[in-house]
């Protein structure tokens, strides 16, 4: 059976089947996500959540990598990468004033903790 990237002919759309392990440029790959958040398809939470490797995940892939060290350079190098396209998110994020930023933002409530009148 065919798998669906065959079908497609990844040579025709410029995509290397060959290596798994092939990653981007983070740079390229965090302007890609901006756009999406600057197009409103999500929020820059939304975002964090996409790029970030929860701690269990990254504890799981850490332990393989080191009983597995054929596969554990990669394992190392795509966590990196991840790390690298968070920081170049956030440096696109801080040089974007145009919008509050979420985490920033606080609403205190009126003294007497009620709603003013």
Do not use: H, T
Not at 105 to 116: D, F, I, K, Q
Request: glycine share 6%; charged share 30%; net charge negative.
């Amino acid at each position: 059976m065919k798998s669906v990237a065959r079908l497609l002919d990844g040579e025709a759309l410029g995509i290397s089947f060959d290596n798994p392990w092939a990653i981007r440029n983070p740079l390229d790959e965090a302007r890609d996500l901006y756009r999406m958040f600057r197009s409103g398809s999500c929020s820059i939470d939304e975002i964090r959540q996409l790029i970030a490797v929860p701690k269990a995940i990254e504890e799981a892939l850490l332990a393989y990598a080191e009983c597995y060290p054929n596969d554990g350079r990669q394992v190392y190098r795509v966590l990196l990468f991840r790390e690298s396209v968070a920081k170049e998110f956030e440096r696109l994020i801080e040089r974007d004033q145009s919008f509050p930023e979420s985490s920033q933002v606080s609403v205190e409530e009126p003294a007497g903790g009620g709603l003013a009148n």
